[in-house]
């Protein structure tokens, strides 16, 4: 039994995964799915992938992930997934990148500039 790896990111995150055929454990960071990442909306947002390909269920993956907040995390671990996917099987390609899972979100955020409150913001403004 072959075990795939990938990476993925997204802002500043970045996972790694290994995928395997199994029956749809997920591990993240050595705790459970749900445990990981509570909302819904992430936990949809990762297994967007497998829904695209009609993989649901299919594979085991292990995933280490860190850096930026849980919305950054789980962006990058689809991003993983869908590479993955790939590499298991070339006929998915299509699919995947119709959806825009295998394009890496190059937006990141601007950096503070010196004179500034923010990036863009500025001090208030006094005429007298």
């Known amino acids: 039994m072959q075990v795939i790896n990938a990476v993925g990111r997204r802002k500043t995150a970045v996972a790694r995964i290994y995928m395997k055929q199994g029956n749809g454990a997920v ?5 459970e ?4 990442f509570p909302s819904e909306i992430l936990q949809i ?6 829904t695209a390909v009609n993989a649901t269920g299919q594979y085991d993956l292990k995933v280490n992930v860190q850096g930026g907040g849980i919305a950054g995390q789980a962006e990058a671990v689809r991003m993983a997934i869908a590479r993955a996917l790939v590499e ?4 998915n390609r299509p699919a995947l990148k119709k959806e825009g899972f295998l394009t890496r979100d190059s937006r990141m955020v601007e950096r503070k500039k010196y004179g500034r409150r923010k990036a863009r913001k500025r001090f208030q403004f006094s005429k007298r």
Do not use: S
């Not at 947002?45 to 497998?50: K, R």
């Not at 298991?88 to 006929?91: L, T």
């Open 88 to 91: 298991a099987n070339g006929e």
């Open 45 to 50: 947002v990762l297994n967007q992938p497998f």
């Open 33 to 36: 799915l749900k445990e990981y």
């Open 27 to 31: 591990t993240v960071n050595g705790r």
